[in-house]
């Protein structure tokens, strides 16, 4: 699983909680590097990740500027990926925008329970 | 005594005279211009007071001046009598209704002219339709402002709540997830992890909660204190307390303060804001040349505009235009760049009812103009 999130506590934090699952994960504080990332190993079914836990709100790029981005990027790569956005934004701007991308399967508020990411992974 | 008791006593009796007709030569057509322009004269001395009584009583409830009105009503009706008298003469010589009925008239045209002399000062205060029309557009034009103010204030509390929900939840709830991880966790490797982390949690939400502190701080602020200030003054001091900054960077600062050298200003804000714009300007140079940034102000309209330009890294404006002043919001890689610095910079001008734009070009640079 590959997690975009710029606060770095948050991004341990679903990190101890996804490695209780088995899940590998990836960090990335940035979308640039996480779009480099996917894009040097977009033929590389091993270290592509099944789903990206996406932040809206990041430096420089944001998240919707990483998921337009993305939606070019996806018919190129090896593994189907899907996207959850991950937020702590409750507004219904933000959640409805969220909808318009097919690539988008959820949208989870922070703080996230574990039980809703034992949902995602199992 | 005598004569005035048998004044009013035969007051109707015109047997003393002769009737006027015969008295002196009249041609038939002096006489009946006399008496019959005496008679029109009468009538439309008549006629007025009914005008201006039906004025009064369409206007009663806001006419001032109400008593000159009624004034204006008996003298014009008395001097209407005179001239009927006049008339009359020369049938009914009536000498003495006619000497009384002058005198009336008299008596209510001195006491008219003593009410208008009274009333003329307030009556001279008062405001044409026109003078009224334009007092009403500069009230409508306050009001206008106010208003905008107000939806202004809104926004900007809109926005604070956005701010507020953005940036405390998700180190708030940071914290909580870390105590649950802790409560859960029994490696004790792990908890001492977790506790270090929340500590750093707990650093960075103090940080925030400080940097909303300063936003709230400038927000309640009313009444601002405004002074002449040099922009000189004001920058000069600043370059100097950054030319560590400035030195390491090899960067060039410059200004052109000669088209408008002075703003009345809140002092604490007009160094905040230069401060900020320098620092950003220095935080976002490009790594493939030495920084040069310029600072200029010029009068428009009425208004002062400060420009600072650079040649640094620039935005994407196209992607990232509506964000430049938002807090916590960077746009490049930079360790340096915590996004409150712009907001800071962007709700002191607007709480002085100013504005600030950039434009901005990827590589090239960025202007940043500021509307006192």
Redo the contacts between chains.
């Keep these: 699983m590959l997690i975009i999130d710029d606060n770095q506590v948050t991004c341990m934090i679903l990190t101890e909680i996804l490695e209780k699952f088995q899940v590998h994960v990836t960090c990335f504080n940035e979308a640039e590097s996480a779009l480099e990332y996917l894009q040097k190993e977009s033929g590389n079914m091993d270290l592509l990740p099944e789903i990206i836990l996406l932040d809206i709100n990041l430096p420089a790029m944001d998240g919707w500027d990483f998921l337009n981005e993305f939606i070019t990027l996806h018919t190129q790569l090896v593994k189907k990926i899907t996207v959850y956005m991950i937020s702590s934004s409750i507004s219904e701007h933000d959640m409805n925008k969220a909808q318009e991308y097919s690539v988008v399967k959820g949208y989870l508020v922070k703080p996230i329970a574990e039980e809703e990411i034992r949902k995602i992974v199992l | 005594m005598n004569e005035v008791k048998e004044f009013f006593q035969k007051l109707f009796i015109a047997d003393d005279w002769p009737a006027r007709w015969h008295c002196g030569k009249w041609t038939d057509f002096h006489g009946w211009l006399y008496i019959l322009s005496n008679l029109t004269i009468w009538l439309a001395y008549f006629i007025i007071p009914i005008a201006i009584l039906y004025f009064l009583k369409k206007r009663q409830d806001d006419l001032p001046f109400k008593r000159v009105f009624w004034l204006f009503i008996l003298f014009i009706l008395a001097c209407g009598t005179t001239h009927l008298c006049d008339a009359m003469l020369f049938y009914y010589p009536v000498y003495r209704l006619s000497a009384l009925m002058l005198f009336l008239t008299a008596v209510i045209s001195w006491a008219t002219i003593a009410s208008l002399i009274k009333v003329l000062p307030a009556a001279i205060g008062i405001k044409s339709p026109a003078q009224l029309e334009i007092i009403i557009k500069e009230r409508t034009n306050e009001l206008e402002i106010l208003s905008n103010n107000l939806s202004n204030q809104n926004v900007q509390l809109q926005n604070f709540a ?1 701010i507020t ?2 940036n405390l ?3 708030t ?2 914290l ?3 105590i ?2 802790y409560k859960k966790e029994n490696n004790e490797e ?1 908890r001492a992890l977790y506790i270090q ?1 929340f500590e ?2 707990s650093i ?1 939400l103090m940080g925030t909660l400080n940097d909303l502190y300063e936003v709230v701080k400038i927000n309640k602020q009313n009444n601002i204190k405004k002074e002449l200030l040099h922009f000189e003054d004001i920058l000069k001091p600043l370059i100097t307390e950054v030319s560590v900054d400035i030195e390491k960077r090899k960067a060039k600062v410059t200004y052109d303060f000669s088209a408008c050298s002075e703003i009345e200003y809140s002092k604490i804000y007009l160094n905040s804001i230069l401060l900020n714009l320098l620092t950003n300007a220095l935080k976002h140079n490009s790594p493939e040349r030495a920084p040069v940034i310029h600072f200029k102000t010029k009068k428009h309209e009425g208004r002062v505009i400060l420009t600072c330009e650079d040649n640094g890294l620039g935005i994407d404006m196209k ?1 990232y235009g509506d ?1 430049v002043f938002r807090l ?6 930079n360790p340096d ?1 915590r ?1 409150v610095g712009l907001f800071l910079t962007k709700t002191q001008i607007e709480a002085m009812g100013g504005s600030i734009s950039v434009e901005s070009e990827v590589n090239t640079g960025s202007r940043f103009i500021v509307i006192f």
């Design positions: 956005d929900t953005h939840r998700a180190p709830s940071n909580l997830a870390l649950d991880l792990k982390k750093e949690a960075h992607k964000k916590h919001k960077t746009f490049h890689r760049a996004g």
